[in-house]
């Protein structure tokens, strides 16, 4: 059996955008070419990889999705050979795709890809970032091939290596009563309005730190932004948690914000790196993968110390 690599392009192309008429565009073939693709290897494999809708395009069947995974991993190494064999050197080069969750990409990527791209040039990072709903779905699809987040309901089929813990920090305006503390009991301010990073899981995460006080939050404002929720502690609208503290203490309308250690003894949140299990990680991606692991350590970019 013989599969091409123009045909799995098109058919990763007609999974990501939902069409035929999409992936045709998007690859500037034809629409015949591409469906021609599509039904001869399903025929061949005896296998349907997508389901047809009337006027509402093309969606993959289960085994179809598997197929296109497999079918973007192989293309990917696929380039990464093409590039090395036309440098003819030992430096690895090529194209990956990292996501990381929002809070995390704030905080720690733009530093990470600055100095990436430093120090290894011939690798170009592609980036995208979003809840921990949305990472695992990429890494899973294959539309991802590594990513930063929380070890927050990690399926059985993704690897999570850690990078570091993060514990939580209460965020107050600099001119709030509290302010100058060294630390702040959650029972002593959970009277007071609390501003919510309302994102999956991590929502449930700062719910059971406030169970494990004993203590009922008073929700003022939920935000799915970390940003406009720092906007509104440092406006005095509340006080909310946090555990990837930014370095800046000043929010970006120039209010400024007073991070205080919670003086209960509360779980932190694990950082770690995502891949699927059952894909073996490219050389350029294993590069990123090392290279994130040395951030981490205390001798690296951010000087958390090691995960533990």
Do not use: W
Not at 56 to 73: I, K, L, P, S, Y
Not at 127 to 155: C, F, K, M, W
Not at 208 to 221: E, K, Q, S, T, Y
Request: include cysteine; charge should be neutral.
């Amino acid at each position: 059996m013989h599969l091409s690599m123009r045909a799995l392009a098109y058919i990763v192309a007609t999974a990501d955008t939902g069409s035929v008429s999409g992936s045709a565009k998007l690859l500037n073939v034809s629409q015949p070419s591409i469906s021609a693709a599509i039904a001869q290897i399903e025929a061949t494999l005896g296998l349907q990889l997508f389901v047809r809708h009337h006027a509402r395009g093309m969606t993959t069947t289960v085994a179809g999705q598997r197929f296109v995974n497999d079918a973007r991993h192989l293309l990917n190494h696929a380039r990464d050979f093409s590039r090395n064999a036309e440098a003819l050197s030992s430096n690895v080069s090529g194209q990956i795709t990292v996501g990381s969750f929002v809070t995390l990409a704030i905080r720690f990527m733009p530093g990470l890809l600055a100095e990436f791209a430093r120090r290894v040039p011939g690798i170009t990072v592609n980036h995208e970032e979003g809840n921990q709903q949305d990472i695992i779905e990429g890494i899973t699809s294959g539309r991802l091939e590594l990513a930063i987040t929380y070890a927050y309901a990690v399926p059985e089929e993704v690897v999570a290596e850690r990078l570091a813990e993060l514990p939580p920090y209460i965020l107050v305006a600099s001119d709030h009563p509290l302010a100058g503390r060294d630390r702040i009991s959650l029972k002593e301010i959970g009277h007071e309005p609390f501003i919510l990073l309302d994102l999956p899981f991590s929502r449930d995460y700062f719910f059971n730190l406030f169970m494990a006080c004993g203590v009922a939050p008073h929700i003022a404002h939920r935000s799915r932004s970390p940003e406009l929720i720092r906007g509104l502690v440092g406006h005095g609208c509340g006080y909310t948690i946090h555990n990837a503290l930014p370095s800046t203490d000043v929010s970006y309308d120039g209010r400024r914000i007073v991070a205080i250690p919670i003086a209960e003894r509360l779980a932190p949140v694990h950082m770690v790196t995502l891949r699927l299990r059952r894909q073996t990680m490219r050389p350029a991606v294993r590069t990123f993968a090392d290279f994130l692991q040395q951030s981490f350590q205390p001798t690296g970019l951010f000087n958390l110390g090691p995960a533990g």
